[in-house]
Each structure stands twice: as structure tokens, then as C-alpha cells.
């Protein structure tokens, strides 16, 4: 039960191509082939951006300013006790 020779794997081959058909094949293959090269892509400009930002900056922060405008209704939070 070792390994199989090249002849099992060309019979295995020639089935797959019977069922299949060529074409369905080549696009299978290419449809891969693009896949992996996004994720290569994608992995590879992930890594670039985070070291190209380097040290991301504090936010700033936001101070409330008190402003009166006949639209604006001022409310204040209460807690139930």
C-alpha cells in the first residue's frame, strides 16, 4: 500500500480532465492563482501601511464650549435611586 506510481496519478489526472473539462480547469486555476496573489497583496500592504504611519498621534481632545442656540436643548443626565 506504499505510494502510488506515476502511472496511478496520470490515470487520476486523465479522470479529473474527463470530468471536468478543460476549461473548467484553466478557470478554477486561474480564479486561484488571483486569490492568492490579493491575499499576498492585501498581507503585504497591511504590513507596509503600519510601518509607514509609524507612532499613531494622541487624539485630540474634544472640550465641551457652552453655546446658546434656540435649537439646542440642554439636557442633564439623572440616575434613579
Given at each position: 500500500?506504499?505510494?502510488?506510481?506515476?502511472?496511478?496519478?496520470?490515470?487520476?489526472?486523465?479522470?479529473?480532465?474527463?470530468?471536468?473539462?478543460?476549461?473548467k480547469l484553466r478557470n478554477i486555476g486561474s480564479d486561484l492563482g488571483g486569490a492568492v496573489r490579493g491575499f499576498k497583496e492585501g498581507v503585504k500592504g497591511a504590513g507596509e501601511t503600519a510601518e509607514a504611519d509609524g507612532p499613531a498621534a494622541p487624539a485630540q481632545q474634544v472640550t465641551a464650549t457652552k453655546r446658546s442656540?434656540?435649537?439646542?436643548?440642554?439636557?442633564?443626565?439623572?440616575?434613579k435611586s
Open positions: 500500500m506504499g505510494s502510488f506510481s506515476i502511472w496511478h496519478w496520470l490515470i487520476v489526472l486523465l479522470v479529473v480532465v474527463v470530468i471536468f473539462g478543460t476549461k442656540d434656540a435649537n439646542t436643548v440642554d439636557v442633564e443626565a439623572k440616575s
